[in-house]
């Protein structure tokens, strides 16, 4: 037998038909769908259907078909569509079946964040460490009393660089993610969320920064004296394609603490960026009252 294995799209068809047949039981399609097209012949390759069935204008699928192609799936060591192959990580998958799906399950860092000890710890070899990365769902979260989101990673590197007063004992401090880290991050600050602990948003003053901060339900920011970002701010360090952002951001309703920062940001349209807040006194400016 040579008719290769179902693909993932495939797959997926073939889990909404059996939500769908749950319900009715049976139901007639169009063999000109792709998805019926490959179905249909893979069946026909594993005598599940006869051999006509491609050259009918509609066919009638069943539970107890779809029960059939499962049966054989699993016996050929196929991904099986009944398998909820996108909550599984591709080691697990693997497990599962001999087939190679490399755009189902988990993605390798989906739940994976950059973590920023407090303290050095030296590693078995020799090597001191201060960043790891770790899978979000591992943390012990009620052992923090904070959380702290760095935006750019370069300053995530190197925190040590900005003079940062936070009244916690003890900050979950992890970088926002990029392409890599981003999925991981969003998952841990909505987590994070729900414990009531507050969180910190530490990145460029801007447009930009401010709508992160707020997508993220920081309810405060990492900011020096208005004094001091009045006298550094500058239209220069925001992007003009942030200006989508200004009209929403401006009608905010935020802290009479903030409400100078918004000024500035939302209404001049000045900002400043994170890595020139070195040398400053950076210390939490409540955004959000409450959510």
Partial sequence: MNYPPLSAKTLHWLQQLQQRLNASGSERVKTSVKAVQQVLAW??????????????????????????????????????????????SRLSNATISQQELKSIGQQPRQNRVLLKLSTTVDTRIGIAADIIDIDWQQLPLAQFDALLVVENLDCFYQLESFSIELPYQQPLIIYRG???????????SSAWNNTGKPSIYFGDADLAGLSIALSLQCQSMLLPAINEFTQHASPAMLNDKQLKYQ?????????PAFSPYQQLICQQLKGLRQQNMQGMALATVPLISFW
């Fill in 43 to 88: 069946c026909i390759e594993h005598e599940l259907v006869p051999g006509n069935s491609l050259n009918l204008p509609h066919y009638t699928f069943s539970l107890a078909l779809l029960k059939d192609i499962a049966n054989v799936q699993r016996n050929l060591q196929q991904a099986c569509f009944l398998d909820d192959l996108n909550q599984n």
């Fill in 178 to 188: 990029d392409t890599q880290y981003s999925s991981g991050a969003k998952a841990l």
């Fill in 247 to 255: 009209q929403r951001l401006q009608h905010i309703e935020i802290t």
